[in-house]
């Protein structure tokens, strides 16, 4: 029998587009619109139920860590690829042949405050998230369960 090990994500969203505060009023939603193909397979192929999520305000001033939540149901496909009024609408994408996936995600918490993009490249200890690395724009990424456990443990 084959036990499947909790990973640990930093997901991506711009507070305007749709926020922590939104997560936590929503309580859940699907992590639709993603339209990068390492970003998607890491929700159709690598999240699973429990996985943990470090909630991440991007685009903003200033950018940074602002909650938790976790992975809430497995990847289905992406129904904004479908719908002609939508900004993620992809002409390619059939219900049959689906080219985009989401997960459900779930509010946990809400940081006291941000960790912010500046903070986590002082901090010895994170020196090595995907997060701070030069040209690393990918609105998901993994991260260590170590420094998961800092973030949340230090900052949550």
């Given at each position: 029998m084959?036990?499947k090990?909790?990973?640990?994500?930093?997901?991506?969203?711009?507070?305007?587009?749709?926020?922590?505060?939104?997560?936590?009023?929503?309580?859940?939603?699907?992590?639709?619109?993603?339209?990068?193909?390492?970003?998607?397979?890491?929700?159709?192929?690598?999240?699973?139920?429990?996985?943990?999520?470090?909630?991440?305000h991007?685009?903003?001033?200033?950018?940074?860590?602002?909650?938790?939540?976790?992975?809430?149901q497995?990847?289905?496909?992406?129904?904004?690829?479908f719908?002609?009024?939508?900004?993620?609408?992809?002409?390619?994408?059939?219900k049959e042949?689906?080219?985009?996936?989401?997960?459900?995600?779930?509010y946990?918490?809400?940081?006291?405050?941000?960790?912010?993009?500046h903070?986590?490249?002082?901090?010895?200890?994170?020196?090595?998230?995907?997060?701070?690395r030069?040209?690393?724009?990918?609105?998901?990424?993994?991260v260590?369960?170590?420094?998961?456990?800092y973030?949340?443990?230090?900052?949550?």
């Open positions: 084959s036990t090990t909790k990973k640990f994500w930093l997901m991506k969203s711009e507070p305007d587009v749709f926020s922590i505060d939104q997560l936590e009023t929503d309580k859940k939603t699907l992590w639709e619109g993603v339209r990068n193909y390492q970003a998607r397979n890491y929700m159709m192929n690598d999240m699973n139920i429990g996985d943990e999520i470090l909630f991440y991007s685009s903003t001033d200033p950018s940074g860590i602002v909650g938790a939540a976790t992975v809430s497995k990847a289905v496909p992406d129904a904004s690829q719908n002609k009024k939508s900004e993620y609408f992809d002409p390619k994408a059939t042949k689906p080219i985009w996936y989401c997960v459900e995600v779930k946990k918490s809400t940081f006291k405050k941000a960790l912010t993009l903070e986590i490249k002082t901090i010895e200890a994170l020196k090595d998230m995907l997060v701070i030069k040209g690393s724009r990918l609105s998901i990424q993994p260590t369960d170590k420094d998961f456990n973030i949340v443990k230090k900052h949550g």
